[in-house]
């Protein structure tokens, strides 16, 4: 058994966290594992930019779900290979025209005493509030997140067995489901804030989704990763290594050779083919079936009619002094929540108001800036590029921001600025062929969720298989590392 397991080969295309997880796992189960990556690093949007002396996390700046990781790194017989540290705060929020910063802690004492004036009864409120999330977690995550289903009727199947108690949730959006909880602005807007990390804004993401809202707070929290978000690649890219795992980059996908139901072989843009019994397309499901492997389903046309998640500008600032008055991760809301919530995706106009986020890096990673400098990463919530084709606007939005966050905290950064760069949507699709620049993937809506969300195996090819943010179960790092559990799964049974 074992010596016919050795025999066995996968090749997984994308070193995104979802590959690099898969591929992990099956190396460890003893079955032989090459990867191939479009771009010169691994990493996927969980990647590193270094320019001038400064160090920047590129996409994600703090993860969630810890326990995702330690059990792939059970699963896998390892220790986890890079180290993490709780935020407390989780993060600030702070509103245009306020001197006041709200910062969020896990404990409701603390949290509810900075609401003693828009919300006095907040602890009782919020506690109410969380209880929900937590039913909501507990009865769904293992049901409907966690597995894997061959099709719609299964779906529908487990999904009959939550809790009826859940159902109006799922003919709410997450801002209505708040304000059935929350009276002050504020408060609504806060909590209803983790909506955006999933790509979408409150007012059309499911209320199902309030479940966020206990990982958030009760669950488990956040995380910073020592050195940067990066050192979660970089360990992952060392176990590889000491697994034989053989990684190749600078290596583009373009199509299929396949014969009856199975893919014999992809060929990269050079006309190389590659070749393994199970093959693992850790880029985007639906993009790559309509780009690469041209279903009529997942067309131009078709593609352009599912429903995608916004876009990001993402901007890399090293300054040469240091900002002590600024916390780690920040977040900066205007004074037009509801009408910048409904126009974001479809109006570029919004973008005069812009929110936005600033993670320092360097405030607890001192290597990541050089001495007496800070590494700042801006990211603002865009329309993708269906909506705003044209960027040639970029360098304009950015000064905006950045004088906004000047005002905001009290020092003028232009003149301090010695390292800028600037990444829109047409850079992100451009580099991780993200369809249209939309940063997520699809959308969580209840149509592209679950089995409505493209699947992790092939409908043709028996051979083929995806993982990562637009297959099941959905897009972050957490559901990237559950999205290569049920990948894992799908492989190994074939593969017996």
Not at 158 to 171: K, R
Not at 189 to 214: E, K, M
Not at 250 to 266: H, L
Not at 364 to 383: D, I, K, M, R, S
Request: charged share 25%.
């Amino acid at each position: 058994m074992e010596k016919n397991i050795k025999n066995k080969s996968v090749l997984i295309v994308g070193t995104g966290l979802g590959g690099l997880t898969t591929a992990l796992r099956l190396a460890k189960r003893g079955y032989r594992v090459e990867m191939i990556e479009k771009n010169e690093q691994a990493g996927g949007r969980l990647n590193q930019l270094k320019k001038d002396g400064f160090t920047f996390d590129s996409g994600p700046s703090f993860f969630s779900m810890s326990y995702e990781f330690k059990e792939f790194a059970t699963d896998c017989g390892i220790e986890i290979p890079f180290k993490f540290v709780e935020l407390d705060p989780l993060y600030t929020v702070n509103f245009s025209g306020s001197n006041k910063t709200f910062y969020l802690y896990k404990d409701l004492d603390k949290l509810a005493a900075q609401f003693a004036q828009e919300e006095p009864d907040f602890k009782a409120k919020m506690t109410r509030y969380l209880k929900k999330s937590g039913a909501l977690y507990n009865d769904t995550v293992d049901k409907v997140i966690k597995t894997n289903f061959d099709n719609v009727i299964a779906y529908v199947i487990s999904l009959a067995q939550v809790n009826p108690v859940h159902i109006p949730q799922l003919f709410q959006t997450f801002w209505q489901h708040v304000q059935k909880y929350f009276d002050s602005k504020e408060a609504q807007q806060i909590v209803s804030l983790i909506a955006f990390f999933l790509g979408r804004t409150p007012f059309d993401t499911s209320a199902i989704y309030a479940l966020l809202s206990h990982i958030e707070f009760v669950n488990d929290g956040y995380y910073n990763v020592e050195g940067g978000m990066y050192k979660i690649v970089e360990g992952l890219v060392s176990e590889l290594h000491k697994a034989d795992v053989k990684m190749s980059y600078n290596v583009e996908i373009v199509d299929v050779e396949s014969k009856g139901n199975k893919v014999t072989a992809v060929i990269d843009s050079t006309g190389k083919t590659w070749t393994a019994d199970a093959i693992l397309i850790n880029a985007d499901a639906a993009v790559f079936r309509g780009r690469v492997l041209k279903r009529e389903k997942y067309s131009e046309p078709k593609l352009l009619k599912m429903n995608w998640t916004m876009g990001y500008l993402t901007f890399y600032i090293g300054i040469k002094r240091k900002l002590p008055m600024v916390n780690h991760h920040n977040y900066y809301l205007g004074t037009n929540f509801a009408d910048y919530s409904h126009r974001l995706e479809k109006d570029p106009d919004t973008l005069e108001k812009p929110y936005y986020y600033v993670n320092v890096l360097s405030k607890h990673n001192a290597n990541c800036a050089p001495e007496g400098c800070e590494t700042l990463f801006f990211v603002c919530p865009v329309p993708n590029m269906i909506y705003k084709p044209d960027w040639s606007d970029r360098d304009k939005i950015v000064d905006s921001i950045l004088d906004d966050f000047g005002k905001r905290i009290g020092v003028d950064i232009m003149p301090e600025i010695v390292s800028r760069t600037i990444y829109t949507p047409a850079e992100w699709e451009k580099r991780f062929n993200l369809f249209k620049g939309s940063g997520l993937g699809l959308s969580h809506n209840l149509g592209q969720i679950g089995a409505f969300r493209p699947a992790n195996i092939d409908e043709k090819f028996k051979n083929l298989f995806y993982v990562g943010a637009s297959t099941v179960p959905g897009a972050g790092l957490p559901m990237a590392v559950i999205s290569s559990k049920l990948a894992t799964e799908r492989i190994t049974n074939y593969l017996k």
